[in-house]
């Protein structure tokens, strides 16, 4: 069994910076691709931004510049750096992960932290 476990959501001015980390454990053979999305009241789930196993990176358009994904491979572990925080910010963040276990390769998902950016 995988379990994502995300950390580091809370309440944050705008302007403010806050940083995000999701830790993989479990039955794990290997990571392949890791990133975060947002989703915000009454809109969909969006991605914010991945990170293969290479440490390629991928941005959504509105958070190059402001947010900084990284991992760490021998923990398990991607974070999320986020700058600038703007109050349309506000959202839940997941974690997302593709990975191999004995049972085959899959997404998956964190329950998810509490990003809020108050003006």
């Known amino acids: 069994q995988v379990q994502l476990v995300e950390s580091g959501g809370g309440l944050v001015q705008a302007g403010g910076s806050l940083r995000l980390a999701c830790a993989a454990s479990g039955r794990i053979f290997t990571i392949y691709t890791m990133g975060w999305y947002r989703q915000a009241p009454g809109k969909q789930r969006e991605l914010v931004a991945a990170i293969t196993s290479g440490g390629y990176t991928n941005y959504a358009d509105s958070e190059k510049g402001r947010f900084t994904i990284s991992r760490d491979n021998a923990k398990n572990t991607v974070y999320l750096q986020m700058n600038s925080l703007k109050p349309e910010d506000t959202a839940l963040y997941y974690c997302?992960?593709?990975?191999?276990?004995?049972?085959?390769?899959?997404?998956?998902w964190g329950q998810g932290t509490q990003v809020t950016v108050s003006s």
């Open positions: 997302n992960a593709d990975i191999t276990t004995n049972t085959g390769r899959r997404p998956y």
